[in-house]
C-alpha cells in the first residue's frame, strides 16, 4: 500500500513541478493571448472554420486570420495569412468546397487610392489563392449565402463615391440633416445606408433587392432559396427616431416588396446583437428575439419568438423566461431552438421546444458561450471560462470537445488566478451576485489591497469568462472584486429595470456590499481600496468617489458626470429621450443624473481618466469636465486621451499603456 501511494506522488511530481515554474500574466505576455471566434460548420461536417486574431507587435495592430479544424479536431489547417488586414467573418459554401471571407486587403488598390474598404473574397479550401468577388466602394457590411450556392445576399455600405470637393483635394464638409446623426467608430452619419444586394456567383451580376431610403440588416436565405428574411426599422419615414426593429421577408428579386413579420413593439433581432432570424427547415416558420418595450430601452428583456413566414401572429416561446436571449437557430430536425442566454453570471447554451415548455441548459457548468453554429446534429461552440481565455469546442450530448488549440502552449506557461462566485448583502437585503479574484502570493488571513471594478452597461453583466484585467490584477498583487449590481442583465428585468432613471443609486450601495464582504472576510484591507471601471464602469467611479471617501484612489474610463453634456453629444439620443425625457422638460432628471459633476467639491479621491479622442459613444468632453472640476479643487488627477481611438481601444501599444498606467497608479496610491 505504501508502495503504492509512493509511486502516485512520483507520477504527481512533474505537475506539481510545472506548477510551481508557471509564470503570472504580464502585460507583455498578454499580447500573446489569441482571440478565437466565430465557429461554422462546413454542410458536410466535416471541418468547423473560425477566426483567429493576434497581435503584430512591430506593426502594433491586431489581425485576424481564418482557421479550420476537423471535425475530429485531428488536423487544423490555417486557411488565411494576412500580413496587414483583417481576414474574417469566414462561412462555407454549401457544397463545402470553398470558403469566403470578409478582407479589406488593397489587392486592386492602386496607393493613390483611398483606404481600402472590406470586400467578399472565395478561397478553394483545398488550395489556391483567394480571389476578390465583390467590389462595392462603401465595402460589404454582411453576407450569406444562398442555399443553392449560386448567389450570396450582401449588406453593402451605399455611400457617396465623391470624397472630395470638385477639382480641389479638400474634403467635403460634413452635411447633417439626421435625426441619429453619430456613432462611434462610424463617425457622422449622413447619407450612407446599408442596403440588401443579392450577386450571382458565376457571373458576379448584383441587384439592390428592395428599394427606398431605410436600411436592411442581418440577411437569411429561406431553406428554398426564394426569399431573404431580413432585419430593419420601416414603419415610418423618420426611422431614426426610434429603435422599432422589425423582421421583414421579401422575395429574392430587384425592386421587392417586402412583408413584415415580427410586430412587436420593440427592437427585433437588434442588430447590435448579430443576431439574424432563422428559418426552419422546412421554410415555414422564422425564430427571432423579441425586443422588451421600446420604453425600457436597454433595461426590457428579450424573449424568443417564432412568426410563419408567410405572416400571421407571431409565438413567445420563453415569455416565462426572464432572461435574455440571442443568437437564435434551428435545430437540423427542427424541433429545437438553441439560443445563448444570460443568467446568473453566465452566459451559456439553451435550447426550448418549438411547441414551447422548459428552457434547458445545453452543456452544464458555469461559463460563456459567445457565438455557436449548428449543422446536421452537429454543435460548435466559442467557449470561455475564468481559466480558459476562448477556444472552439465541439459538443457532444453534455459534454464539450476541444478542437481549436490557439492558447494552449499560453496557458502551459502561465499561472492563472483563482476566481470564485459570491454573494453579498445590499443595504436593503438584496442579495447581489459577484466575483472575487485573489493575488498569486495570497495567504489565508493577511490582508490584501483591492480593486474594485465596475462593469460597463449599464445593462450588461460580469460573467464566467476568461479576464485578462483580473489576472494582471491578481500578478500585481491586489485582490479584484466586480459585482453585478442592479442595472445588471444578470437575474432578469425587474432587477436591471431598478436602474432606469437612477444612476449611480441603488448600483452604488449594491458594488459596495461586495467590498464590505471581503473586507469583513477579511481579504481586503479597508485601508487600501480602489475603484475602476470604463464606460458606465467610468460614470459609476465616478458617482462612487463622489458619494464614499474609503478609496484611496481611482480609474475613471471614458465616463461622463454631466448628463446635460451628453445631451446631443453621444450616440444615444433616442436612449436620453426615454429614460430622462428632455432637460427642457425634465430638468430635475438631469439634475439628479449628473451628481458627480455637480457635487465635484465633494471628490478628495485621486483619480484618472482616460478617453479616446473620437469616442462618440461617450465622448472626451464627459471627462475633460471631470479632470478639470477636480484641478480647480486641487483634487490629485491625470487626463490621458489616446488618438485617434474610439470607445474601446484597439491599438496594442494603447492597450498595453493603458495597463501600465492602470498599474503605476494603483501601486503608487495602494502600496
Given at each position: 500500500m505504501i508502495k503504492k501511494i509512493f509511486a502516485g506522488c512520483l507520477m504527481l511530481l512533474p505537475a506539481w513541478l510545472a506548477a510551481q515554474n508557471k509564470i503570472p500574466v504580464s502585460i507583455a505576455s498578454a499580447d500573446s493571448l489569441r482571440d478565437v471566434s466565430d465557429p461554422k460548420i462546413s454542410p458536410d461536417g466535416k471541418w468547423v472554420s473560425y477566426s483567429?486574431?493576434?497581435?503584430?507587435?512591430?506593426k502594433d495592430y491586431y489581425q485576424s486570420d481564418v482557421w479550420m479544424t476537423s471535425w475530429d479536431g485531428a488536423t487544423t489547417i490555417q486557411l488565411t495569412h494576412t500580413t496587414e488586414e483583417d481576414e474574417s467573418h469566414a462561412r462555407w459554401s454549401p457544397d463545402s468546397r470553398y470558403i469566403s471571407f470578409l478582407s479589406s486587403r488593397k489587392f486592386e488598390k492602386k496607393e493613390d487610392d483611398e483606404e481600402a474598404t472590406k470586400q467578399l473574397w472565395l478561397l478553394n479550401r483545398m488550395g489556391g489563392e483567394a480571389e476578390q468577388i465583390t467590389h462595392f466602394f462603401g465595402g460589404v457590411e454582411d453576407y450569406v449565402w444562398s442555399p443553392d450556392g449560386k448567389k450570396i445576399a450582401l449588406i453593402v455600405n451605399v455611400t457617396d463615391t465623391s470624397k472630395y470637393m470638385e477639382g480641389t483635394e479638400t474634403v467635403k464638409p460634413i452635411v447633417i440633416d439626421r435625426f441619429y446623426f453619430k456613432e462611434d467608430y462610424s463617425g457622422y452619419l449622413t447619407t450612407e445606408r446599408k442596403h440588401l444586394f443579392v450577386m450571382d456567383v458565376a457571373t458576379g451580376d448584383t441587384f439592390r433587392v428592395v428599394d427606398g431610403d431605410y436600411e436592411e440588416e442581418l440577411p437569411a436565405w429561406s431553406p428554398d432559396g426564394k426569399q431573404i428574411a431580413f432585419v430593419s426599422k420601416r414603419m415610418h419615414e423618420d426611422w431614426?427616431?426610434?429603435?422599432?426593429?422589425?423582421?421583414?421577408?421579401?422575395?429574392?428579386?430587384?425592386?421587392?416588396?417586402?412583408?413584415?413579420?415580427?410586430?412587436s413593439e420593440g427592437a427585433d433581432c437588434d442588430p447590435s446583437y448579430e443576431s439574424a432570424p432563422s428559418w426552419s427547415p422546412d421554410g415555414k416558420w422564422i425564430a427571432y428575439f423579441q425586443g422588451g418595450p421600446l420604453k425600457l430601452i436597454y433595461y426590457g428583456t428579450q424573449h424568443l419568438a417564432i412568426a410563419p413566414a408567410n405572416g400571421g401572429d407571431a409565438t413567445v416561446l420563453t415569455a416565462n423566461y426572464d432572461r435574455n436571449i440571442w443568437n437564435q437557430k434551428f435545430?437540423?430536425?427542427?424541433?429545437?431552438?438553441?439560443?445563448?442566454?444570460?443568467?446568473?453570471?453566465?452566459?451559456?447554451?439553451?435550447?426550448?421546444?418549438?411547441?414551447?415548455?422548459?428552457?434547458?441548459?445545453?452543456?452544464?457548468?458555469?461559463?460563456?458561450?459567445?457565438?455557436?453554429?449548428?449543422q446536421q446534429e452537429k454543435l460548435a461552440i466559442q467557449y470561455t471560462d475564468p481559466n480558459q481565455p476562448g477556444e472552439i469546442y465541439a459538443v457532444e450530448g453534455n459534454t464539450k470537445r476541444q478542437l481549436s488549440h490557439q492558447n494552449d502552449q499560453w496557458l502551459a506557461k502561465h499561472a492563472i488566478a483563482t476566481t470564485k462566485e459570491f454573494q453579498s448583502k445590499s443595504k436593503d437585503g438584496t442579495m447581489i451576485s459577484g466575483f472575487y479574484v485573489l493575488p498569486h502570493d495570497y495567504a489565508e488571513g493577511k490582508k490584501y489591497?483591492?480593486?474594485?471594478?465596475?462593469?460597463?452597461?449599464?445593462?450588461?453583466?460580469?460573467?464566467?469568462?476568461?479576464?485578462?484585467?483580473?489576472?494582471?490584477?491578481?500578478?500585481?498583487?491586489?485582490?479584484?472584486?466586480?459585482?453585478?449590481?442592479?442595472?445588471?442583465?444578470t437575474k432578469g428585468e425587474k432587477f436591471a429595470t431598478a436602474l432606469f432613471a437612477h444612476w449611480g443609486?441603488?448600483?452604488?450601495?449594491?458594488?459596495?456590499?461586495?467590498?464590505?464582504?471581503?473586507?469583513?472576510?477579511?481579504i481586503a484591507d479597508p485601508n487600501r481600496l480602489a475603484v475602476e471601471g470604463w464606460s458606465y464602469g467610468g460614470i459609476a467611479t465616478d458617482y462612487m468617489i463622489a458619494k464614499?471617501?474609503?478609496?484611496?484612489?481611482?480609474?475613471?474610463?471614458?465616463?461622463?458626470?454631466?448628463?446635460?453634456?451628453?445631451?446631443?453629444?453621444?450616440?444615444?439620443?433616442?436612449?436620453y429621450i426615454e429614460e430622462l425625457g428632455t432637460p427642457w422638460r425634465d430638468f430635475q432628471n438631469y439634475v439628479n443624473n449628473s451628481y458627480p459633476f455637480l457635487h465635484a467639491d465633494k471628490i478628495k479621491t485621486p483619480t484618472l481618466f482616460m478617453c479616446g479622442s473620437k469616442d462618440f459613444n461617450v465622448p472626451l468632453l464627459n471627462s475633460e469636465q471631470m479632470y478639470q472640476a477636480l484641478k480647480v479643487n486641487n483634487v490629485e488627477t491625470q487626463l490621458i486621451i489616446y488618438p485617434d481611438q474610439f470607445h474601446g481601444l484597439d491599438i496594442p501599444g494603447y492597450i498595453r499603456d493603458r495597463y501600465e498606467r492602470r498599474k503605476d497608479w494603483f501601486d503608487e496610491h495602494l502600496k
Open positions: 483567429v486574431s493576434s497581435t503584430h507587435i512591430e431614426d427616431r426610434d429603435d422599432n426593429y422589425d423582421v421583414w421577408v421579401v422575395e429574392a428579386k430587384p425592386h421587392a416588396a417586402p412583408k413584415q413579420i415580427s410586430k435545430s437540423a430536425d427542427g424541433k429545437l431552438i438553441y439560443f445563448v442566454a444570460e443568467d446568473d453570471q453566465n452566459l451559456d447554451l439553451r435550447k426550448i421546444s418549438v411547441n414551447g415548455g422548459d428552457v434547458q441548459q445545453v452543456l452544464p457548468g458555469r461559463y460563456t458561450v459567445y457565438s455557436f453554429d449548428v489591497p483591492m480593486i474594485l471594478q465596475i462593469h460597463g452597461g449599464p445593462t450588461s453583466q460580469n460573467q464566467n469568462e476568461w479576464a485578462t484585467d483580473w489576472q494582471l490584477y491578481a500578478a500585481w498583487g491586489y485582490v479584484t472584486v466586480s459585482m453585478n449590481p442592479r442595472g445588471s442583465t443609486d441603488i448600483d452604488i450601495a449594491d458594488d459596495l456590499s461586495g467590498v464590505d464582504e471581503l473586507v469583513k472576510r477579511g464614499d471617501q474609503r478609496f484611496k484612489c481611482a480609474i475613471s474610463g471614458a465616463s461622463i458626470g454631466n448628463a446635460f453634456a451628453g445631451f446631443g453629444t453621444d450616440m444615444y439620443i433616442r436612449e
